[in-house]
């Protein structure tokens, strides 16, 4: 009985650094693999032609005319010395690394102006973005920013992923947003008229003689703090973002709060979407990485060909 249960903690012990380690791995690349930085390659006007491979690039790429003049090109490299299986045996598998490395190039680029957020696509640069929405910036414009960024939030994490202290981010709103996020919240709260209004303990029933200076705003604000009085913003979050009739005095005060610093919402808005959409963000940059890793591979050939060559050929 003590072997198995040894043997059940030592798998539990395995099982739990496995998944945490995985986790951090994920959540790392999370932070690496941003939408504003995929963009240096789906905004590339030579990778964004790749798109048109997957229905044209058949018909050139395995021309025989083009193979048979790449062939010659290959050949005629006279004073290079390449192997004559370099451009004849090997041609047809060099023209298979050159299709499919464009057509996953291709798949990469269509993906990416699928899920890339708009925004993103129009300005990668977090600081092109705030300025061209300041210039343009009005009380409703920098309300539906919130808003937005208030929907990427719950939408991404689940109860238990926007607690401020104990949540764990999940990997569409990472912990350097989650935390920006709830920062801003606060102080947005406590530049508020509700952040003067603290909650105090209820009044024992027979104590006739105290009076409560905001009775319903004391109720209404115990919700929002935890028993050892630390502000939970997950909770403004959630009544912010669900607007229902009972909250509109609330949401409609911290909204004018968070006007005063409509700057700090177009830079959050746009963190919140630059790491939004973490599976397609994944997917996109897999087939990116496997399209340049094909097409380096006959790269890495020819210059190793041409290397040897003129190098080690001389040297021998």
Known sequence: MKFFLSMWRAFRSWWFDT????????????????????????????VRLTILVPFIGYLIIFNQNLQSYVGLVFDRIEYVSIPQSSSGAYAPLRFYNLYFGLLFLGIGSFLYTIFAPRQIKQHPLVADYVKYMDSIATENLTRASLDNLLGIFVGSNDDEQRHPIFGVPSLSFPSEVSSLTHAFIRSVF?????ARKPPQPEPEPDDDNQQEEFPEDEAYLADLYTGSGYLL?????????????????FVDSMFTSALQSSRDVFVLEHQALDCSNFLGRAVVSAFYALGFSI??????????????????????
């Open 295 to 316: 097409l380096f591979i006959p790269t890495a050939k020819i210059t190793f060909a041409i290397v040897k060559a003129l190098y080690l050929g001389e040297a021998a």
């Open 19 to 46: 998944v945490s380690g995985a986790g951090l791995r994920l959540s790392n690349l999370s932070e690496v693999i941003r939408w504003s930085f995929i963009s240096n390659f789906g905004q590339s006007p030579a």
């Open 233 to 249: 913003t997950n909770v403004i979050v959630e009544r912010m973002y669900a607007n229902r009739r009972f909250d509109w005095y």
């Open 190 to 194: 406590l530049k508020s008229e509700w």
